[in-house]
């Protein structure tokens, strides 16, 4: 079992940044390729950013590429998303999962879950 948990969020006003971290337990947190996913009021979770086991590879979705920034630290076992330029569309709960083998961008690929926090973007 992997254990992880965000922190982070709170409210922003627009053009400003957050940074949020998962700090992961349980199980050797570089064995994980990681990702931040989200989730607004009304939509379906999509996909953010995602990093894989040593973090020398990054992923992200066109919304956030060059506002948003995904890295971690193994020492740490934490992952980290440096979120910038932000807009009221990036409202939403923030998740980071956790997945061993695949290095997706599709949730149905991560084992492993937080329980979310929430990013409010105001205009």
């Known amino acids: 079992q992997v254990q992880l948990v965000e922190s982070g969020g709170g409210l922003v006003q627009a053009g400003g940044s957050l940074r949020l971290s998962c700090a992961a337990s349980?199980?050797?947190?570089?064995?994980?390729?990681m990702g931040w996913f989200r989730q607004a009021p009304g939509k379906e979770r999509e996909f953010v950013a995602r990093?894989?086991?040593?973090?020398?590879?990054?992923y992200y979705a066109d919304s956030v590429k060059g506002r948003f920034t995904i890295s971690r630290d193994n020492a740490k076992n934490t992952m980290y998303l440096q979120m910038n330029s932000l807009k009221p569309e990036d409202t939403a709960i923030y998740y980071c999962?956790?997945?061993?083998?695949?290095?997706?961008?599709?949730?149905?690929?991560?084992?492993?879950w937080g329980q979310g926090t929430q990013v409010t973007v105001s205009s």
């Open positions: 999962a956790a997945d061993r083998v695949h290095f997706g961008s599709r949730s149905e690929e991560y084992d492993y």
């Open positions: 349980g199980r050797t947190f570089s064995d994980y390729a």
């Open positions: 990093i894989s086991w040593s973090g020398g590879y990054t």
